[in-house]
Nanobody, 128 residues
């Protein structure tokens, strides 16, 4: 069993930055691909970013590419999402996810059902 705990959400003005973190329990989490998804009120959960288990590749939604950066911590059992140039449309609950995704096509990393474990979410609110 892998447990995920997100932190770093909050309220920020448009153009500002936030850094989300996701701490995972258990050494097995080191070998999991990690992803960030978000869900705004009244909308479906959507893919934001993902990183392979070894950190060699990253994937981003078009809406955040160039503004957000996903990375693994030195201990490999944490993952961060650096969010810059935030916009009001980035307002959502952000979820961290872990999945046993290996040598898969890139689109697998964008699909929520590919992930086995999920955190409780952290609220990000961007004011205009």
């Amino acid at each position: 069993q892998v447990q995920l705990v997100e932190s770093g959400g909050g309220l920020v003005q448009a153009g500002g930055s936030l850094r989300l973190s996701c701490a995972t329990s258990g050494r097995t989490a080191i070998s999991y691909a990690m992803g960030w998804f978000r869900q705004a009120p009244g909308k479906e959960r959507e893919f934001v970013a993902a990183i392979t288990w070894n950190g060699d590749s990253t994937y981003y939604a078009d809406s955040v590419n160039g503004r957000f950066t996903i990375s693994r911590g030195n201990a490999k059992n944490t993952v961060h999402l650096q969010m810059n140039s935030l916009k009001p449309e980035d307002t959502a609950v952000y979820y961290c996810a872990a999945g046993r995704i290996y040598s898969s096509p890139a689109h697998h990393y964008r699909q929520a059902p590919q992930y086995d474990y999920w955190g409780q979410g952290t609220q990000v609110t961007v004011s205009s």
